[in-house]
C-alpha cells in the first residue's frame, strides 16, 4: 500500500486543517488565529491522550487485534506507534514529573494485570550529543545508522545525498553478502 499523505487521512484526534497547520500547509491572517488553532490541537492531542485510557479498560480483544495488525490498511501503523511514544517521550521529560520511567511501568503492568500477570520492567536510557562527524565516520565503515538520524543530518545539512546514496549502497552490498544464497 503507498504511503497516504497525512492531510488527507481520514479524521483523528487532528482535523485536516490541523495537519496542514502542523506540515506548514496552511496560514493564518492574524497571530490570534493561529493561537486558537495551536490551542485546539493542544486540546485535542489532549482528549485523545485521555481516550485511550478508556480504550485500554474496554477495547476488546478482537478490536485489539484487528486495530494493531500490522498489514492491510494498518501498513502506517508503525510510524504512528513511534510517533506516538517519541511524543509521549518527549512530553513527560520535558515536564519532568512523573518519569516516562514511572509511566511505562505503570502502564506496561496496567495492560498485564487485565492479562492476569505483573510485569518487572527495566528502563534505561542513555543520551549523547547527535555528533556528526562521528556518525559520518560511522557510517564511511558500513555500521548501521537509525533512519531518524539520516533524515536529520538531511535536513541540518550536514550530509549530502551522494554521501546518502554511497552510505545505501555500502549496506545493501554488506547485506547481500550477508544473506544466505
Given at each position: 500500500m503507498a504511503s497516504e499523505d497525512p492531510i488527507d487521512r481520514p479524521r483523528g484526534g487532528l482535523s485536516k486543517a490541523d495537519r496542514e497547520y502542523l506540515l506548514d500547509d496552511r496560514t493564518y491572517d492574524s497571530e490570534q488565529a493561529e493561537r486558537n488553532t495551536r490551542a485546539r490541537i493542544r486540546k485535542r492531542l489532549l482528549h485523545s491522550l485521555l481516550d485511550f485510557n478508556l480504550a485500554l479498560e474496554a477495547l476488546s480483544e478482537r478490536d485489539r487485534r484487528q486495530l494493531f495488525s500490522m498489514d492491510g490498511p494498518h501498513s502506517e501503523l508503525p510510524a504512528g506507534l513511534l510517533g506516538t511514544i517519541g511524543l509521549i517521550?518527549?512530553?513527560?521529560?520535558?515536564?519532568?514529573?512523573?518519569?516516562?520511567?514511572?509511566?511505562?511501568?505503570?502502564?506496561?503492568?496496567?495492560?498485564?494485570?487485565?492479562?492476569?500477570?505483573?510485569?518487572?520492567?527495566?528502563?534505561?536510557?542513555?543520551?549523547?550529543?547527535?555528533?556528526?562527524?562521528?556518525?559520518?565516520?560511522?557510517?564511511?565503515?558500513?555500521?548501521?545508522?537509525?533512519?531518524?538520524?539520516?533524515?536529520?543530518?538531511?535536513?541540518?545539512?550536514?550530509?549530502?545525498?551522494?554521501?546518502?546514496?554511497?552510505?545505501?549502497?555500502?549496506?545493501?552490498?554488506?547485506?547481500?553478502?550477508?544473506?544466505?544464497?
Open positions: 517521550y518527549q512530553g513527560v521529560t520535558d515536564s519532568g514529573e512523573p518519569t516516562f520511567e514511572q509511566i511505562l511501568v505503570e502502564g506496561i503492568n496496567r495492560a498485564e494485570a487485565k492479562r492476569g500477570y505483573i510485569a518487572d520492567v527495566e528502563f534505561n536510557v542513555q543520551r549523547r550529543p547527535l555528533e556528526f562527524d562521528d556518525i559520518r565516520t560511522r557510517m564511511k565503515d558500513g555500521e548501521e545508522i537509525p533512519g531518524i538520524v539520516i533524515t536529520e543530518m538531511l535536513q541540518q545539512g550536514e550530509i549530502e545525498m551522494s554521501e546518502l546514496e554511497e552510505y545505501l549502497e555500502q549496506v545493501s552490498d554488506s547485506e547481500s553478502e550477508q544473506s544466505p544464497e
